[in-house]
């Protein structure tokens, strides 16, 4: 990565999740790279909600992992079955102090830490049509790029819509 200003290397956190929750993002980016995803963590949907974690492949295939940090914090957010929409697999991922069967059955489990994680159970796919794939990933890449401009330079125009 040289001639990238070193900055690229230090994304700032947004403050909304608890330290649980970054670590379990970090373990899971992980594993979602090694099988060939790039991830783009809190990314706005059009539905106006906000995905925790989207991960895209090269083949256009669009995942959405759902974070949960405590047993609490799946039963107080029930939201995540919109997610269903704007993605080919829905995944949950938690840590290995929450019970994994409180997740539903129609959703694929990882379980992680700060330095890796494990698919515990896969996703059933449910494809996407076309128009929702093609703006799935215009909005990936429209996020990556500000977040990369954003830091590059900061004091420039990119708000925090993304």
Same mark, same amino acid.
């Given at each position: 990565?040289?001639?990238?200003?070193?900055?690229?290397? =230090? &994304?700032?956190?947004?403050? #909304?999740?608890?330290?649980?929750?970054?670590?379990?993002? #970090?373990?899971?980016? !992980?594993?979602?790279?090694?099988? $060939? %995803?790039?991830?783009?963590?809190?990314?706005?949907?059009?539905?106006? @909600? @906000?995905? +925790?974690?989207?991960?895209? /492949?090269?083949? $256009?295939?669009?995942?959405?992992?759902?974070?949960?940090?405590?047993?609490?914090?799946? !039963?107080?957010?029930?939201?995540? =079955?919109?997610? @269903?929409?704007?993605?080919?697999?829905?995944? %949950?991922?938690?840590?290995? /102090?929450?019970?994994?069967?409180?997740?539903?059955?129609?959703?694929?489990?990882? &379980?992680? +830490?700060?330095?890796?994680? =494990?698919?515990?159970?896969?996703?059933? *796919?449910?494809?996407?049509?076309?128009?929702?794939?093609?703006?799935?990933?215009? @909005?990936?890449?429209?996020?990556?790029?500000?977040?990369?401009?954003?830091?590059?330079? *900061?004091? $420039? *125009?990119? $708000?925090?819509?993304?």
């Amino acid at each position: 990565m040289s001639g990238l200003p070193a900055k690229i290397a =230090q &994304v700032p956190v947004d403050g #909304r999740q608890s330290q649980t929750a970054l670590a379990v993002a #970090r373990g899971t980016m !992980r594993l979602l790279l090694s099988h $060939g %995803f790039c991830c783009v963590s809190e990314l706005p949907l059009p539905s106006g @909600r @906000r995905a +925790d974690l989207v991960a895209l /492949d090269g083949a $256009g295939e669009v995942w959405i992992v759902e974070i949960k940090s405590s047993v609490a914090d799946f !039963r107080a957010d029930q939201k995540w =079955q919109d997610y @269903r929409l704007h993605c080919d697999r829905l995944f %949950f991922a938690t840590t290995l /102090d929450v019970p994994c069967e409180i997740f539903p059955r129609d959703t694929g489990l990882i &379980v992680a +830490d700060a330095f890796g994680a =494990q698919i515990v159970c896969e996703a059933p *796919p449910h494809r996407l049509p076309a128009p929702t794939r093609k703006t799935m990933m215009l @909005r990936f890449a429209q996020c990556a790029a500000l977040r990369l401009q954003s830091l590059i330079d *900061p004091a $420039g *125009p990119y $708000g925090d819509g993304m």
